[in-house]
């Protein structure tokens, strides 16, 4: 057989939504991302616990961070050379194998290399998983199905404060990471047993020079953004930084143009359907994750709430994704983007806008009525948008399309934060 003509797409007779297969996929991403918002509100205990300053310990979240951003763009390559669904357990079993090291550790320095070999696993299960699902759904209901999918993105960092803020507070900050590890035992052998094996393409090139302009760039442009309101925008470091990010990602995009097998094709940017889905869900991912940074910040430090108080002030936005993403799959697949995304956007502008002028006195159920309608704007746009691009890629380079659009929205998030 020959593989290299082979693709991940959904090539069965059956035209239903795997619901228990989906699930699994969404379990999984979930845990991810719920990670992430979890471990904020863990930062104070840290830094008590370690006797650690805030720039050390803000390294927790920058270390995961960078890899996350530098291991993404190689997961396209990787799912097409050894299966998706072996790169997935792959994935879950070094993440869970991270989060029991960072429960483990002992000091800063042995928390932040946990937090590295986490991230080596984090980062690659929402790219993973957006390519298993276009093998797994019918096309006419990869809406739908994405729409579930995609709750673990809005649903996890509005859950994540809260679980975390509840942990940190009656158990310690450990158990904030080991809550990970009877998810992925349960996870790691329900994928084993439910999803079905992936092609692979035996013969594939590992595309060495842009590994390496990627990963330079990625790396000196997330370090920027995450160190440029302590360093100055304005200094030498951060300028430096930003210099070197655009040159070697001005040569990646070069490279990858004339390469013969290149690890994230740039030319699916020729597609204007996908290049207006990313730049629209990389503007949505900006909101989301400012808001998901700048709330509870806000809430703690100037308003006087507890993590847990600021996780309960979150929650109704993480009810209302959950009742809206599932809505607006359905939706996707009867009337498509268009509509969706215009409308999403629209809500997520004003009420973003409206976070801006927060005062100390303002009401708490004030805040969750403005976080409760943003959310909706994002279920609304988010899913939608990001299947209208998906759609329009053909099924052997929808492994490579996931990884680059997920390379884009990491880069949009760490803006937003």
Same mark, same amino acid.
């Given at each position: 057989?020959?593989?290299?003509?082979?693709?991940?797409g959904?090539t069965?007779t059956?035209?239903?939504?795997?619901?228990?297969?989906?699930?699994?996929?969404?379990l999984?991403?979930?845990?991810?991302?719920?990670?992430? *918002?979890?471990?904020?509100?863990a +930062?104070?205990?840290?830094?008590?616990v370690?006797?650690?300053?805030?720039?050390?310990?803000?390294?927790?979240l920058?270390g995961?961070?960078?890899?996350?951003?530098v291991i @993404?763009?190689v997961?396209g390559y990787l799912g097409?050379?050894f299966?998706y669904? %072996?790169?997935?357990?792959?994935?879950?079993?070094? =993440? @869970?194998?991270?989060?029991?090291l960072?429960?483990?550790?002992?000091s800063?320095?042995?928390?932040?290399?946990?937090?590295?070999i986490?991230?080596?696993?984090?980062?690659?299960?929402?790219?993973?998983?957006?390519?298993?699902?276009?093998?797994?759904v019918?096309?006419?209901k990869?809406?739908t199905?994405?729409?579930?999918?995609?709750?673990a993105?809005?649903?996890?960092?509005?859950?994540?404060?809260t679980?975390?803020?509840?942990?940190?507070?009656?158990f310690?900050?450990r158990?904030?990471?080991?809550?990970?590890l009877?998810?992925?035992?349960?996870? &790691?052998?329900?994928i084993?047993?439910?999803l079905?094996?992936?092609?692979?393409?035996d013969?594939l090139?590992?595309?060495?020079?842009?590994?390496?302009?990627?990963? !330079?760039?990625?790396f000196? #442009? #997330?370090l !920027? +953004?995450?160190?440029?309101?302590?360093?100055?925008?304005?200094?030498?470091y951060?300028v430096?930084?930003?210099?070197?990010?655009?040159?070697?990602?001005i040569?990646f995009?070069?490279?990858?143009?004339?390469?013969?097998e290149? $690890?994230?094709?740039v %030319?699916? =940017?020729?597609?204007?359907?996908?290049t207006v *889905?990313?730049?629209a869900?990389?503007?949505?991912?900006?909101?989301? =994750?400012?808001?998901?940074?700048?709330?509870?910040?806000?809430?703690?430090?100037?308003?006087?709430?507890?993590?847990?108080?600021?996780?309960?002030?979150? $929650?109704?936005?993480?009810?209302?994704?959950?009742l809206?993403?599932?809505?607006?799959? %359905?939706?996707f697949?009867?009337?498509g983007?268009?509509?969706?995304?215009?409308?999403?956007?629209g809500?997520?502008?004003v009420?973003?806008?409206?976070?801006h002028?927060?005062?100390?006195d303002?009401?708490?159920?004030?805040?969750?009525?403005?976080?409760a309608?943003?959310?909706?704007?994002?279920?609304l746009?988010?899913?939608p948008?990001?299947?209208?691009?998906?759609?329009?890629v053909?099924?052997?380079l929808?492994?490579r399309?996931s990884a680059?659009i997920n390379?884009?929205?990491? &880069?949009?998030? *760490?803006?937003g934060?």
């Open positions: 057989m020959d593989r290299a003509k082979e693709s991940i959904h069965g059956d035209r239903r939504v795997p619901w228990l297969s989906l699930s699994v996929l969404v999984g991403a979930f845990m991810a991302i719920l990670q992430g *918002s979890a471990v904020n509100v +930062l104070p205990q840290l830094m008590a370690f006797n650690a300053t805030p720039d050390e310990i803000q390294w927790v920058t995961y961070m960078l890899v996350t951003g @993404i763009p997961c097409d050379r299966g669904k %072996r790169l997935y357990l792959l994935a879950l079993a070094v =993440f @869970i194998l991270g989060s029991a960072s429960g483990f550790a002992w800063v320095n042995s928390l932040v290399a946990a937090r590295v986490q991230a080596l696993g984090g980062g690659m299960i929402m790219p993973i998983s957006m390519a298993l699902l276009y093998q797994l019918p096309v006419e990869i809406g199905a994405l729409g579930t999918w995609g709750l993105m809005v649903v996890a960092p509005a859950i994540g404060p679980l975390g803020g509840y942990l940190v507070e009656h310690g900050w158990l904030v990471f080991y809550v990970n009877p998810v992925g035992v349960l996870a &790691i052998p329900l084993a047993l439910l079905p094996e992936t092609r692979r393409r013969g090139r590992f595309d060495f020079p842009g590994f390496l302009l990627a990963v !330079a760039g990625c000196t #442009l #997330l !920027a +953004l995450s160190e440029g309101q302590d360093k100055g925008w304005g200094s030498q951060i430096t930084l930003l210099l070197i990010a655009g040159f070697t990602l040569l995009a070069l490279w990858e143009l004339i390469a013969p290149p $690890m994230l094709d %030319r699916l =940017f020729l597609n204007p359907v996908l *889905s990313t730049v869900t990389g503007l949505a991912a900006v909101a989301l =994750f400012g808001g998901v940074f700048l709330v509870p910040l806000f809430t703690q430090t100037v308003q006087g709430y507890s993590a847990l108080q600021t996780g309960l002030i979150l $929650m109704p936005a993480a009810l209302v994704s959950g809206v993403m599932p809505f607006a799959g %359905r939706l697949d009867r009337v983007a268009v509509p969706l995304g215009i409308t999403g956007l809500i997520v502008a009420t973003t806008y409206m976070l002028n927060l005062a100390i303002l009401p708490a159920r004030h805040l969750q009525c403005i976080l309608v943003r959310s909706a704007g994002l279920g746009c988010m899913m948008l990001t299947t209208a691009g998906m759609n329009t053909p099924v052997h929808v492994g399309a680059l390379t884009i929205r990491q &880069i949009a998030a *760490s803006f934060i």
